[in-house]
């Protein structure tokens, strides 16, 4: 049985990382195994900034955001000569599996350093885009979703007293998930996303058709890899001539307090993956389907494309 473990946080913060290291630490000590944390991501696995952990490291965090270990980019891992500085690091302290926390390609690093070098790895899917394939939820996904849905209630209540129309841009160079998720959740006419065309000429002419009609505003999700929202509204004003204002979300999306709904599934999800490790288990990534924690081959989960549901891209359109 695996006795000692470390876990790390990579990629991009987000709420409900501190809630999965939280479990992640407490149920490896209640299950009689020693766990180091690694701070500042795979940059820091490289300097050997790592130290071991108990139950009071994690005291005070379940609702904090972020993640209290740090995250920092480091180009060095991609090298397998830095990968087997990792890895060299982490047996150095007598540590036999490494857990992450953080987006597919985060976890994807560590796999190729488990098949180089014999490292066991767990992967937790932690990204406010929901874009980690196998699973339906990601870790702090949930909370960006009501950050973003609490902006569109505000600014619809200020455009709606100016008669404009309102882009709000959020995050998702690949993934239109957060931006259709809240979109449908706040009510927008229209939702953006990298995965559908959309035809900015006929947008314009039902908004003006839609203004001629009396509405008073209209508002438009649009996620930062189906269009620049600020080329967008200088368009959308000259083709409408309706005053049109644009609010481009950006970090405040990945910051805040977790959900009850991030929280729960965080601190599932976390002791999940450290009985996976405990069992012999490796390479494997732990999610949810339907409700129920699932594993998922590490291989499936980085290197397949999870689509959006077109069931919300035809929700979107009906409810618009």
């Not at 490494?98 to 490292?119: D, H, P, Y």
């Not at 999800?269 to 998922?296: P, R």
Request: proline share 2%; charged share 25%; aromatic share 4%.
């Amino acid at each position: 049985m695996i006795k000692k473990i470390a876990v790390l946080t990579s990629g991009n913060d987000c709420p409900g990382m501190n809630a999965c290291l939280r479990a992640v630490v407490r149920t490896a000590i209640h299950n009689g195994m020693h766990i180091w944390g690694v701070h500042n991501g795979y940059r820091g696995l490289l300097a050997d900034e790592i130290e071991e952990l108990n139950t009071r490291s994690v005291g005070d965090m379940i609702q904090r955001g972020g993640t209290f270990l740090g995250i920092a980019r480091s180009g060095e891992f991609f090298e397998e000569e830095g990968r087997k500085q990792g890895y060299d690091n982490l047996v150095k302290h007598g540590i036999e599996g490494l857990i992450v926390i953080g987006g597919s390609g985060s976890i994807k690093g560590a796999a190729t350093m488990s098949q180089e070098f014999g490292m066991p790895v767990i992967g937790i899917p932690g990204t406010i885009e929901n874009d980690v394939w196998g699973t339906d939820y990601t870790i702090g996904s949930d909370t960006a979703a009501n950050t973003v849905v609490d902006a569109i209630n505000k600014l619809r209540d200020t455009a709606s007293a100016h008669r404009r129309i309102v882009l709000i841009e959020v995050m998702g160079k690949t993934s239109g998930w957060l931006a259709m998720t809240a979109g449908i959740a706040g009510g927008a006419e229209y939702v953006l996303v990298p995965e559908t065309k959309f035809n900015i000429d006929q947008i314009c002419e039902e908004i003006r058709q839609d203004y001629a009609a009396g509405k008073r505003y209209s508002l438009l999700v649009v996620a930062e890899g189906a269009a620049s929202a600020t080329e967008l509204g200088k368009q959308i004003q000259e083709k409408t001539e309706i005053d049109t204002r644009v609010t481009i979300l950006g970090h405040i999306q990945r910051g805040g307090s977790p959900t009850v709904q991030d929280r729960i599934n965080a601190s599932l999800l976390g002791e999940k993956a450290v009985l996976a490790m405990a069992e012999g288990k490796k390479d494997i990534v732990v999610g949810f389907d339907t409700g129920e924690v699932v594993e998922i081959p590490i291989d499936e989960a980085t290197n397949n494309k999870k689509t959006l549901d077109t069931e919300f891209i035809r929700l979107a359109k009906v409810l618009a």
